[in-house]
């Protein structure tokens, strides 16, 4: 909870939700996605959102449309995801990982944000990190 408490100080807990959020939704039966991605969309999206993220209207358009048609497709969160995970890399998770060293990858969130960023490739300068612990924390 150590990367979520960041977040919430730096006000920027709506980027750590959102991926949360958006990693469940890739997850979801086709069944359960329609109303995961109203909520997705509703909550961080779409502009006056509860906890709306800073995405280009281009990404807001693209949901928009695709939840009209209904084409609820794994991949229709990508570019927002890919927008608030670097983010979080920039901002929150870099200091996280500059004032928690390797204790970080022990928090569930950090552990699951590095994890994020290395399989997506952004995060050479965690990777060595994350392959140096043994860390319980787990999916």
Known sequence: ?????????????????CWRDVKRFKSEKPAGRPKAAGAIYEKYVVPGGALQVNVPDVNVREIRVAIEQQLYTVEMFD??????????????????????????????????????????GKAASTKAILDTQNAAATF
């Open 1 to 17: 909870a150590k990367f979520e408490q960041i977040c919430i100080a730096e006000y920027a807990v709506e980027n750590l939700y």
């Open 79 to 120: 570019g927002v995801e890919k927008i608030v995970v670097k983010l979080l890399e920039n901002n929150q998770f870099r200091r996280f990982v500059r004032d928690h060293g390797s204790d970080a990858v022990v928090d569930e969130a950090g552990m699951k944000m590095m994890k994020t960023l290395v399989s997506i």
